[in-house]
C-alpha cells in the first residue's frame, strides 16, 4: 500500500521549523513501520527551511530511501539538492557509515 | 561586607550616547557591560538623553540585558531618563516605566520569545510586515522567515537561557535597508558547542565561533544538523547585507568586510545580527546550493563520490 502526503496541503506554502515537521514525520514512520510507502508530494510548496527539512526528511530511516519506500517528488530542485544533501549528511553521522553502493 | 549590604540596592546610571547601528553596537555592549554581568540589586538609571539611533541588534542586545537582570530578581527599580521618541520607545521595549511610545521615523519592533511556537509566530509575523515595508517578493518574505526562524532557532536549541530570546528589527522610513537582530543571555557558544564530544576540545571563544559557523558543526548533531548558521550568514551576505555573530569574547563578520576576531568585553551569551538590502534579491537557494557544492567537494576530497551516498 503507498500513501501519498503533501505537506502544502497541512502547512501552506512555506514549511518552516523543526519543531513543525516533527509530527510529520512520525506519521511516515508510522506508516513505514505498518509496512506502507510514503510518497511526500510537495507540489505547492515554495520553499522549505533547512531545519524542516532535516527533521522531516533526513531523520526518515536511510533503508526506507534506499528501498524506495518512501520518495519526495516536486521539492524545486535547488532544495531537493539540498535536502538529499540533508539526507546524506545524516546517513555519514551514523557509526557504521558506509557509501550506499557498499550496502548492498 | 555584611550580607544585608550585599543586598542593598546601588544605584547603576548607564547613558546612552549617539548611534549604535551596525558596527557600533560592540560600543553598546561595552555600555550595557556593568548591567549585563549584573551579580547585585541595582537601581538603574538608563540614560538615553544623548541617544541618536539604536539598530536593531543593539536593541535585542539591551532588552534582553534588562531582561535578564529583571529576572535575577535584580532591578530594584529602573528608570529611562528623557522620554524623548528614543527614550519612550525603549520604555515600552524595555518595560521600564517612561511616557508611551510616539511616533518614529521608520519601523521598530521588539519581541521576546522563549518557545519554538512563540518563535515561529514571531517570525512569519515579523517577515510579512518586512517583506510589505521593503516590497519583497513572496519567496523572499518567505526566505527572510526561515533565515529568522533558524537564528531564533540557536535560542530555544542550544542557549539555555532562562529569559528564552529578544527579536527585534528596525526598518528606518525611506530607506532601503532594514536590520534584525536575536539575542540571548544563555550559555554561549562556546559553552555550548563543547556539549558534542567532538568539539569537548574547544580552546577559546574564538575557536568556538570558528566551529559553529562550519557547515554540520553542532552542539546536538542527533537533533541538529549544524546548517542554520551558515544557511544565514550566506543567504544575508549575497543580499548584498551583512551578518553579525557575537558570543564571549569573539565577533564574526561577514559582508564587505568579513573577518572573525577576538574582541572585549566578554558578552554573555550571544548575539546575531544582520542588515538586508530590499533593493537587491534576497534568495535562501543561493544558499542552498553554495552549501550543497561546499559537501560534494568535501566529499571528493576525501576520495568519496558522492552518488555513493545520496540517496535516490
Known sequence: ?104 | MHGRDRDRPVLLRIALTGTYDGDDVERLIGDLDPLARLSRPVMLDLDVSGLVSLGAPAAAWLVAVVERARHADLLAHAAIIDSKRAGATLAAATGIGGRPPTAVHGYRFMERFSTQDELHAITEALSGTLAARGGLLPAEQLGLRMCLDELGENVTFHADSPTGGVISAWHPADTYEFEIGVADLGIGMRTSIARNPEHADVADDLDAMARVVTPRVTSTPHRNSGFGLPIASITFTANGGAFYLRSGAAVAKTGMNTSMRATSPHLPGTLTGASIRTDRPFDINVAYAELRQHFDASLQEKGFDVDDFETR
Open chain 1, 1 to 104: 500500500m503507498s500513501t501519498t502526503l503533501r505537506p502544502a496541503e497541512i502547512f501552506g506554502p512555506g514549511l518552516v521549523g523543526r519543531s513543525v515537521a516533527t509530527p510529520l514525520r512520525e506519521d511516515v514512520e508510522r506508516r513505514l513501520a505498518a509496512g506502507e510507502s510514503v510518497v511526500l508530494d510537495f507540489t505547492g510548496v515554495m520553499g522549505i527551511s533547512p531545519s524542516f527539512a532535516d527533521e522531516l526528511l533526513a531523520k526518515l530511516p536511510v533503508d526506507a530511501w534506499d528501498e524506495g519506500r518512501v520518495q519526495m517528488i516536486h521539492l524545486p530542485r535547488v532544495q531537493a539538492d539540498f535536502a538529499r544533501m540533508l539526507i546524506t549528511s545524516r546517513r555519514m553521522q551514523r557509526p557504521e557509515a558506509t557509501a550506499r553502493t557498499s550496502l548492498g
